[in-house]
């Protein structure tokens, strides 16, 4: 099954598709096990996004940040002419247990299915106190025209 993803630079993006994969439990929240990219599909490599806002504010809470570290990585697969849809795999890093529940709210708003990859890793923390999520995304899209 080749899902169709609709993003303005990614003409006709069919650019992945989730595995299915036999024998393993199944994935234990909203999550594919892999993905398959194909051959030519333009990649963006997204670094570590924090919480800070356009004020040089950091919200409070991990859903708040959360919400604006998907905003962030929103905007710069805009400059990329792709979207969210196109993430084909997230890494997600919280300072607690305690923050996973409202991380994977957000996760699971965002990104309905096909469902990326995905790893929630817990960390000891990030370079200041107040941050308490990180996330960081690959996306996938059929080349553009004439750049394959």
Same mark, same amino acid.
């Not at 490599?45 to 940040?65: M, N, T, Y």
């Given at each position: 099954?080749? %899902? &169709?993803l #609709?993003?303005?630079?990614? %003409?006709?993006v069919t650019?992945?598709? %989730?595995?299915a994969? %036999? *024998?393993?439990? +199944?994935p #234990? +929240?909203?999550?594919s096990h892999?993905?398959?990219i ?5 990649l963006i490599?997204?670094s570590g996004? #924090?919480a !800070? /806002?356009a004020d /040089? &504010?950091?919200p409070? /809470?991990? @859903?708040?940040?959360? @919400?604006l570290c998907f905003a962030?990585?929103a905007?710069i #697969?805009?400059?990329? =002419?792709m979207?969210l849809?196109d !993430?084909v795999r997230? *890494?997600?890093?919280v300072? =607690? $247990?305690?923050?996973m &529940?409202?991380y994977?709210r957000v996760? =699971? $708003?965002l990104?309905? +299915?096909?469902?990326? +990859?995905s ?8 370079? $200041? @106190?107040?941050?308490? !999520?990180?996330? @960081?995304i690959v996306?996938?899209? =059929?080349? $553009?025209d004439? *750049?394959?």
């Amino acid at each position: 099954m080749q %899902p &169709k993803l #609709l993003s303005p630079g990614c %003409p006709s993006v069919t650019g992945w598709s %989730p595995l299915a994969v %036999p *024998n393993i439990p +199944a994935p #234990l +929240a909203a999550y594919s096990h892999g993905v398959e990219i194909a051959v030519g599909s333009r990649l963006i490599f997204c670094s570590g996004q #924090l919480a !800070v /806002g356009a004020d /040089g &504010k950091v919200p409070e /809470g991990c @859903e708040a940040q959360a @919400e604006l570290c998907f905003a962030q990585i929103a905007a710069i #697969l805009r400059a990329a =002419d792709m979207t969210l849809r196109d !993430v084909v795999r997230i *890494n997600a890093f919280v300072t =607690d $247990r305690q923050h996973m &529940k409202p991380y994977m709210r957000v996760r =699971d $708003r965002l990104f309905p +299915a096909p469902f990326p +990859a995905s790893t929630l890793m817990i960390v000891s923390g990030f370079t $200041r @106190e107040e941050f308490v !999520v990180e996330i @960081e995304i690959v996306a996938a899209c =059929d080349a $553009r025209d004439g *750049n394959a």
